[in-house]
């Protein structure tokens, strides 16, 4: 977030240097002010706020994935003539430890048709999930580690 605000201050000094105060020249100073804090990412020892952007855009594809994915699950389990269902909640134990993680990771779940985030326990070590297909916990529970969770970490250590 600081390296963020360094490179609005940044753009602005070029608006003011270049003296030309139109949006294209204070964007055009905000690229330049992130190329130069990318050229010195070494030194300040940090990869940057770019890196993370990204990595946040590649969280938000997989929930939109996910989204639809899930949308077509449960819409063919709800048009289906027989519901062959067994819904049940089953515990997973986080990875992330951060109050922001844990809260976005039980949104995201919530979010998603067919599953619903219940409760985190008191020490913060375990979510509590309903499934509307309970058949395979341990397959759900693969697919937040390796999906929901690891962008989570990605995107916020």
Excluded at 7 to 17: G, M, Q
Excluded at 24 to 33: A, E, Q, R, T, Y
Excluded at 63 to 82: D, H, I, M, Q
């Amino acid at each position: 977030m600081i390296l963020f605000l360094i490179n609005i201050v940044l753009a602005l000094t070029w608006t003011v240097v270049s003296g030309s105060f139109t949006f294209l020249n204070l964007v055009f100073g905000f690229l330049l002010g992130a190329a130069s804090l990318y050229l010195i990412r070494r030194e300040i020892g940090t990869t940057g706020y770019v890196d993370r952007f990204f990595r946040i855009g590649s969280l938000f594809l997989l929930f939109v994935k996910e989204l639809l994915l899930s949308a077509w699950r449960v819409a063919v389990v709800v048009l289906s003539p027989k519901m062959d269902l067994t819904p049940g909640v089953f515990a997973y134990r986080l990875k992330v430890d951060r109050d922001f993680e844990i809260t976005l990771l039980a949104n995201l779940i919530t979010l998603t048709p067919g599953t619903l985030s219940v409760d985190v326990s008191e020490d913060r070590s375990t979510l509590y999930v309903h499934a509307i297909d309970c058949s395979d916990p341990d397959s759900t529970r693969a697919d937040i580690a390796s999906g929901f969770e690891r962008k989570i970490l990605e995107a916020f250590r």
